[in-house]
């Protein structure tokens, strides 16, 4: 069993910056992928960025130029720096570890609210 766990979220104003950090720790042996994803009230979940064991990294298209994801191997650790926040970008974040042996691991989930 892996355990995921985000932290980061909170409060800021539009065109602030926040960074979000996701942690896995427990029995893992490799992870293939990391991303993030976020989901609104009365809306999807939705890919936001994900990274893979290469290195190569997706965006959804309202992110792009304004997140950026990286990650940590040696920490099991990804991040999404997030910059010139607006409040569309109001919403749950979750991050997501996809492992070969195991499949996905999700975390709890951070809150992110842009508003002035």
């Known amino acids: 069993q892996a355990q995921v766990v985000e932290s980061g979220g909170g409060l800021v104003q539009p065109g602030g910056s926040l960074r979000l950090s996701c942690a896995a720790s427990?029995?893992?042996?490799?992870?293939?992928?990391m991303g993030w994803y976020r989901q609104a009230p009365g809306k999807q979940r939705e890919l936001v960025a994900a990274?893979?064991?290469?290195?190569?990294?997706v965006y959804a298209d309202s992110v792009k130029g304004r997140f950026t994801i990286s990650r940590d191997n040696a920490k099991n650790t990804v991040y999404l720096q997030m910059n010139s926040l607006k409040p569309e970008d109001t919403a749950v974040y979750y991050c997501?570890?996809?492992?070969?042996?195991?499949?996905?691991?999700w975390g709890q989930g951070t809150q992110v609210t842009v508003s002035s």
């Open positions: 427990g029995r893992i042996f490799s992870i293939f992928a």
């Open positions: 990274i893979i064991s290469g290195g190569n990294t």
């Open positions: 997501k570890i996809t492992t070969p042996a195991d499949g996905d691991y």
